[in-house]
């Protein structure tokens, strides 16, 4: 929910030690589509104007922080600590 920048779960390899370096330093990646939709699903912009914007589509993705949420604590590999 926070204004950071979600890496796509298939262009990372978030087992390799330094993918956040990387991913900072715009090496490997690329945005999280989803997480994209999901903001314009719940209305959210970011302040960084240079950031794309995709149109909202509640049937195919997230409508509610809780489903994301779930959804992802579900995942086998985590971009985040619990």
Known sequence: MS???????Q???????QWKKKWEAGQV??????ALIFF???C???RDGSRPT????????FSRPDEFIDYHN????KSWKL
């Open 3 to 9: 204004d950071y920048p979600m890496p796509c779960h």
């Open 11 to 17: 262009t990372v390899d978030y087992r390799e030690p």
């Open 29 to 34: 990646g690329k945005l999280c589509a989803g």
């Open 40 to 42: 314009a699903n719940i």
């Open 44 to 46: 959210k912009r970011s």
């Open 54 to 61: 995709i149109p909202a589509d509640r049937e195919l993705v």
């Open 74 to 77: 579900a995942a086998k590999v």
